[in-house]
């Protein structure tokens, strides 16, 4: 097991605690992957997203969890390491559906190395997260490591029954309801981004089920807050060239990206119900076209209507509101230094992150 | 754990027990895959594959070394269901990265509905995996479940690794050497396709290190030899109509679809040795000519070579030699009933699969 040398509970604030795990992660997910051959046709592209920065704040509710709980960032840390793994590989699929441009300022990888390499060393990047969670066994144990791959498992189908539900939507022209946007976004980002690192932390510090529980509703409403924050900044971001890092700028993704690959945000949904007709059968039309076919004159008309609707307002209530859900499942947890930083976090990922 | 009424020594044969092994397997894998929303998008998709059939040859192989050491079909059924889940994984990740038209007889997921939400069915096939290899745990306890699931890992890996080679070589304009050749095969498909399976079941069947070290050799031996049949069968097939089954007819795939891909399988190392300089340049062509570009006519041209020059002989020579090692390696371990049909198993996987 390694030795960390710092805390949560040790650290001057939430900005230092990031920028010590946004390191530690960092260093140990590069050492993770392979430093041999098939090198630039595998272990290069699985070395690109992870150098190219990123929040790592999955990572960072994992850590805060186990502290919370009793437990220290030296047993959290193969865990931490296989959800940021586990993220890295969502992102490299993930652009690959979409077919997105950019990612954390620079072109994806699909587009830099062809649609065969990338998905491969995606999957090679799925195969690094189960090697992290078995690493667990020398520290945490036979059983509590089966129960964290257990765990792990099921927060893998719940994401990718909420890409699927997502992705499905575009390929076959369906604009879901509010309910059915819910239903996606609690799969899809609920679980990986929030329920499921939280839980894990939970369980390494051994904390009693209504606690696991109750963690776990507090890393929901987070993951999905932190989902339509992000959907917010695609729209009013002005540039994609900086990379996101754990304290400083860069949203990392191209402007009114989201709608070029017409996303069924829920800034969109929210926009259908304000629009004319007329109006709204333009917007259709824009999200139903191939990226291609969009110029950038229709994603501003996009953007603006958003903006003078007022549905762009209603997801920021929105996230408003998931934070505060957030901050009140803090509140029914035993009392522990690591609240105020998680406290912190809410607002650093659900409302102000708006870089 | 499932009780399951038949044994390998208990069968009359190969073909009674492969259909035996078949049946099962395919009941399970149906059964693994969730019967609930999203259908459509996503569970629909990962039961096309399974449904059409396939020879599950993996799966047989992890059940017939288990068996040879001592253990039962039911101690081991999970660990096969993994191996077969895992080869539909691949072949709808496969499929994608290649452009594969057709597969088992029918058209490959990614043509059907799309590569969105095709990759993220194999992602969610990957995950089901490793569920599969968490259901271990029931029958075999968490020491020896670990250590197929850190097994496992290791064969993943070197899937991931020769398969990187394999489409690298295709993105990159680079013709391998035989040399190259042998190091891409021995990942990609000696590993998940023989060392892995019958490793697998004799760590299940608590073999010796040198046992298993020995049935490793046998494994990846057939692997090596099985994949070097299939490039010969695609040459020679007529016909892709028919899906592949345990025990009767049907490639599956279309004639000469790894020339359309660009493949360099050892036939078209074998062919370039043979040819002149002016067609070896006409077959450089084709091969690096995206698939659409090229006509029936080239296709049956390259046949036509791969015949003539002998380099199709010459495979059929290397699938005999490498069946005569894995023979060789199966004279090295403890006598055994089960000894019988693993032998038949190399002629039917390396030698005699003619359909």
């Given at each position: 097991?390694?030795?960390?040398?710092?805390?949560?509970t040790?650290?001057?604030?939430?900005?230092?605690?990031?920028a010590?795990a946004?390191t530690?992660?960092?260093?140990?997910?590069?050492?993770?992957?392979p430093?041999?051959?098939?090198?630039?046709f595998l272990?290069?592209?699985?070395?690109?997203?992870?150098?190219?920065?990123?929040?790592?704040?999955?990572?960072?509710?994992?850590?805060?969890?186990?502290?919370?709980?009793g437990?220290?960032?030296?047993e959290?840390?193969?865990?931490?390491?296989?959800?940021?793994?586990f993220?890295?590989?969502?992102?490299?699929?993930?652009?690959?559906?979409?077919?997105?441009?950019?990612?954390r300022?620079?072109?994806?990888?699909?587009?830099?190395?062809?649609?065969?390499?990338?998905?491969?060393?995606?999957?090679?990047?799925?195969?690094?997260?189960?090697?992290?969670?078995l690493?667990?066994?020398?520290?945490l144990?036979?059983?509590?490591?089966?129960?964290?791959?257990?765990?792990?498992?099921?927060?893998?189908?719940?994401?990718?029954e909420?890409?699927?539900?997502?992705?499905?939507w575009?390929?076959?022209?369906?604009?879901?309801?509010?309910?059915e946007?819910?239903?996606?976004i609690?799969?899809?980002?609920?679980?990986?981004?929030?329920?499921?690192?939280c839980?894990c932390?939970?369980?390494?510090?051994?904390?009693?089920?209504?606690?696991?529980?109750?963690?776990g509703?507090?890393?929901?409403?987070?993951?999905i807050?932190?989902?339509?924050?992000?959907?917010?900044?695609n729209?009013?971001?002005?540039?994609?060239?900086?990379?996101?890092?754990?304290?400083?700028?860069?949203?990392?993704?191209?402007?009114?990206?989201?709608i070029?690959?017409?996303?069924r945000?829920?800034?969109?949904?929210?926009?259908f119900?304000?629009?004319?007709?007329?109006?709204?059968?333009?917007?259709?039309?824009?999200?139903?076209?191939?990226?291609e076919?969009?110029?950038e004159?229709?994603?501003?008309?996009?953007?603006?209507?958003?903006?003078?609707?007022?549905?762009?307002?209603?997801?920021?209530?929105?996230?408003?509101?998931?934070a505060?859900?957030?901050?009140?499942?803090?509140?029914?947890?035993?009392?522990?230094?690591v609240?105020?930083?998680?406290?912190?976090?809410v607002?650093?990922?659900v409302?102000?992150?708006?870089?």
């Open positions: 097991m390694k030795h960390v040398g710092f805390s949560a040790s650290a001057a604030g939430l900005s230092e605690f990031l010590n946004s530690l992660i960092q260093q140990e997910i590069l050492t993770a992957i430093d041999k051959e098939p090198q630039s272990y290069d592209l699985m070395r690109d997203y992870p150098s190219r920065g990123g929040k790592k704040f999955r990572s960072a509710l994992v850590l805060l969890s186990a502290e919370w709980f437990s220290s960032i030296s959290a840390l193969s865990s931490a390491v296989a959800f940021e793994l993220q890295n590989f969502a992102l490299i699929h993930d652009d690959i559906e979409d077919d997105s441009l950019i990612r300022g620079k072109e994806t990888l699909h587009r830099l190395h062809g649609i065969p390499l990338a998905l491969n060393a995606g999957d090679a990047m799925l195969g690094l997260v189960y090697e992290a969670l690493a667990n066994q020398q520290s144990g036979y059983e509590l490591t089966f129960q964290i791959l257990a765990h792990f498992n099921e927060v893998a189908r719940h994401t990718f909420g890409q699927a539900m997502d992705i499905g575009i390929v076959h022209d369906i604009f879901p309801s509010k309910a946007y819910q239903a996606m609690t799969r899809k980002t609920g679980w990986y981004s929030g329920k499921g690192p839980q932390g939970a369980m390494i510090g051994k904390a009693s089920p209504e606690n696991i529980r109750c963690i509703a507090f890393g929901e409403a987070i993951g807050g932190f989902q339509a924050r992000d959907d917010v900044l729209l009013i971001t002005t540039s994609a060239q900086e990379a996101p890092n754990a304290n400083t700028g860069g949203y990392g993704k191209e402007r009114g990206g989201d070029a690959e017409g996303k945000t829920l800034i969109m949904i929210e926009l119900e304000r629009l004319s007709q007329t109006d709204a059968n333009r917007l259709h039309q824009i999200l139903l076209a191939p990226r076919e969009n110029t004159k229709e994603i501003e008309w996009v953007i603006e209507q958003a903006k003078s609707s007022g549905a762009l307002d209603a997801v920021i209530v929105y996230c408003e509101e998931y505060q859900i957030a901050l009140e499942c803090l509140q029914l947890l035993p009392d522990h230094p609240r105020h930083l998680m406290k912190e976090l607002s650093y990922l409302i102000d992150r708006d870089f």
